[in-house]
């Protein structure tokens, strides 16, 4: 130190040094800050776009797709026995017996008056044979329109699910596709979009009775191999003994919006099954009434700013609706720019430019072995 500087100078050289100091620690605090920012986006990315993409998902557990639940064939109905002239009688010629009607699958019979026995009827918003019934309405309310196909099936191998890239695992190496396009490929008469399962890592996945995830998720549904359909919420799930009581279909999404009497539930955002997706919104979910007979609902919403004659339902709104139709269990799927309804493999509803994973629907020519 140089003996004849002043106190002052000393003192005013230090206030440099130190403000150099303070400025460098600013300026590389904002660098650390953008690096830490940069690292955090390419973290993001990695996790929701690159690894998703390409199926692998950290931390996951997983499992080997198992068939956990067939449905039974359907016994062939036996002719009545020929019992001939009796005694006594004379051997006049029998005219020819009224063929017996076949009855398909294992509710046939029971909504015979819904099936053909055998033709094919089909309108504009209608199907029937001797397997489905099928007919799709659009209704028309102040500020909603919303689309409702009723369904009959003589056996639940009508009633089914299949992934965009046709393995049932959700994969989305295969790609994402449209609801018309899925619908296509498997023949769908009408289909919705379903749970879009692969967008999160947790609950209970049973594709036409094969498994694929046993993991807890919220609100699930359950459609068993005997045609009934219950919805659960997390408490009460117990996936062991719904595996082994032989689910065809296990949707992750929710909630539910009837309680155990088929009345609407209400919702509150502090739900977190609800929570963000209460207001308003285009809509999807499936419906039940008894085994064999369910109907799919697709609300159209607002979307983008542009209304389209509908709102959209809040959640509660969504049960009212689904009591109203006389429903004993119902179930929300996704919704917002996913839902979607087709008839006949063309989407009828407003399109909101999104391409999903998988669809609920209903066909007369199942294929056997999509996912």
């Not at 594709?207 to 694929?212: M, T």
Request: charged content about 25%.
């Amino acid at each position: 130190m140089n003996q004849n500087e002043t106190r002052s100078e000393i003192q005013n050289r230090n206030r440099a040094k130190r403000k150099k100091k303070k400025n460098m620690s600013v300026g590389a605090m904002i660098v650390l800050d953008l690096l830490a920012i940069g690292v955090g986006l390419c973290v993001f990315a990695l996790f929701h776009h690159v690894l998703d993409w390409y199926g692998i998902r950290l931390g996951e557990k997983k499992i080997e797709p198992v068939v956990i639940s067939t449905l039974e064939p359907t016994p062939e109905p036996s002719a009545p026995p020929d019992e001939g002239p009796q005694e006594g009688e004379e051997g006049e010629p029998t005219p020819e017996p009224t063929p017996a009607r076949v009855y398909s699958g294992v509710w046939g019979e029971k909504f015979a008056d819904k099936f053909t026995e055998g033709e094919v009827i089909q309108t504009e918003n209608s199907y029937r044979s001797e397997n489905v019934s099928v007919t799709i309405e659009r209704v028309e309310e102040p500020g909603l329109i919303y689309y409702v196909a009723d369904i009959y099936v003589s056996d639940l191998k009508y009633l089914r699910t299949a992934s965009a890239n046709g393995t049932g695992d959700g994969d989305f190496s295969g790609g994402l596709a449209t609801c018309a396009a899925i619908s296509q490929r498997v023949n769908a008469l009408a289909s919705i979009c379903g749970d879009h399962y692969y967008g999160r890592r947790e609950g209970l996945v049973v594709r036409n009775g094969v498994l694929y995830r046993d993991t807890h998720f919220e609100d699930i549904c359950v459609i068993y191999s005997d045609g009934r359909m219950e919805t659960l919420t997390d408490d009460k799930v117990d996936i062991e003994a719904i595996k082994a009581a032989g689910p065809w279909q296990v949707w992750s999404f929710g909630p539910g919006l009837l309680d155990g009497e088929g009345h609407a539930k209400t919702f509150a955002d502090r739900q977190s099954n609800a929570l963000g997706i209460r207001p308003k919104n285009p809509r999807c979910a499936i419906g039940y009434y008894e085994p064999g007979h369910y109907c799919l609902v697709e609300i159209e919403g607002n979307r983008a700013g542009c209304f389209i004659g509908s709102w959209g339902l809040d959640l509660d709104e969504m049960g009212v609706l689904f009591e109203k139709l006389g429903c004993k269990s119902a179930y929300n799927f996704d919704g917002g720019r996913s839902a979607a309804v087709c008839w006949m493999g063309e989407q009828i509803c407003v399109n909101y430019g999104r391409t999903i994973s998988d669809i609920v629907y209903v066909t007369d020519d199942p294929v056997e072995s999509e996912g």
